[in-house]
């Protein structure tokens, strides 16, 4: 690990807020590495996303940051390709990243993990996800990519302004089946084109999102591959049964989903807007690639 300051990012509002009085534990424990802490001031996402970018031109060894999947995702849009090591303390709803990259999901567990590995100077190369858009736009990701039913629930669920919490979400999922119906997609793995018709689609470098959901089962973020599921053009009754089985992976069996690995990925499709991460990313078409050591683990 360079020389330089370790910048943390913390969202106070991950997690709900139950992990609200985390951060003093977490800058005790950074504080033992013997490097200097510094507490990125960000009031909103776009101002989240320029103290991140500012820590590391500024001479930051590393960047931890103390929330979800949301924030993991804002911090890799900085540190991907640059050398500056990342560390995640899983404190939100969903802490697919952190997971699927093998810190313990106990926040205080990890940040020790973390501090061990800054103190030694040790990292460790993950894979990152590329996706870029046609006009060139691009976008980093650690986990999963959505681009179907979980995608365009997501899309409605953030358009809603009623009712507020957890039940805008599963409002949002009672209204995506009832419209449910099979788009139609083309897929380009390495190259090698397929068009079909699918409700469900995604591509993982981790094997999960949505908080555990294990969409990816076997992605691997040290392959140098992405995982693609999709689910064939089922109903609403067929897709209501294989959804629960994601939580245990075991849903790969069912007939009427499939996966392959490749190292680039073309995604078309009408009126879909992928989801990153859990974050709104890009609309389709773009294009994912597996890019090899892309982020250093504090591991």
Not at 56 to 71: E, F, H, S
Not at 100 to 125: F, H, K, Q, S
Not at 215 to 233: E, F, K, Q, S, W
Not at 250 to 273: D, F
């Amino acid at each position: 690990m360079a020389d330089g300051y370790l910048a943390v990012l913390a969202n106070p509002t991950a997690g709900r807020g139950r992990f609200r009085g985390l951060l003093p534990a977490v800058l005790d424990r950074l504080g033992t590495v013997g490097r200097p802490v510094r507490l990125l001031e960000a009031g909103t996402p776009g101002q989240a996303s320029a103290a991140c970018r500012a820590a590391v031109v500024d001479g930051a060894a590393a960047l931890v940051t103390v929330g979800g999947d949301g924030t993991v995702h804002l911090a890799l849009q900085a540190v991907a390709g640059t050398g500056v090591a990342f560390g995640p303390v899983p404190a939100g709803t969903g802490n697919d990243f952190a997971v699927g990259m093998g810190y313990p999901a106990d926040p205080l567990a990890a940040v020790d993990a973390i501090a061990a590995a800054a103190a030694a100077g040790r990292t460790r190369p993950a894979d990152l996800a590329r996706m870029t858009g046609p006009d060139g736009a691009l976008r980093w990701y650690g986990a999963v990519l959505a681009a179907g039913f979980d995608a365009l629930v997501n899309e409605r669920a953030n358009r809603m302004s009623w009712p507020r919490g957890p039940r805008r979400y599963d409002l949002a999922i009672l209204v995506e089946l009832a419209r449910l119906r099979p788009r139609r997609y083309l897929l380009r793995l390495d190259g090698v084109t397929r068009e079909l018709d699918a409700v469900l689609v995604a591509v993982g470098n981790c094997p999960s999102y949505g908080g555990g959901m294990r969409i990816c089962p076997t992605a691997d973020p040290g392959d140098g591959l992405l995982d693609v599921v999709y689910a064939g053009p089922v109903g609403r009754t067929t897709l209501t049964r294989i959804k629960p089985r994601v939580y245990r992976g075991t849903h790969l069996a069912h007939p009427m989903v499939h996966t392959q690995r490749a190292r680039t990925v073309e995604l078309v499709a009408e009126g879909i807007v992928g989801y990153a991460d859990g974050e709104r990313a890009l609309p389709l078409p773009v294009t994912v690639t597996a890019v090899p050591g892309a982020v250093r683990l504090l591991r």
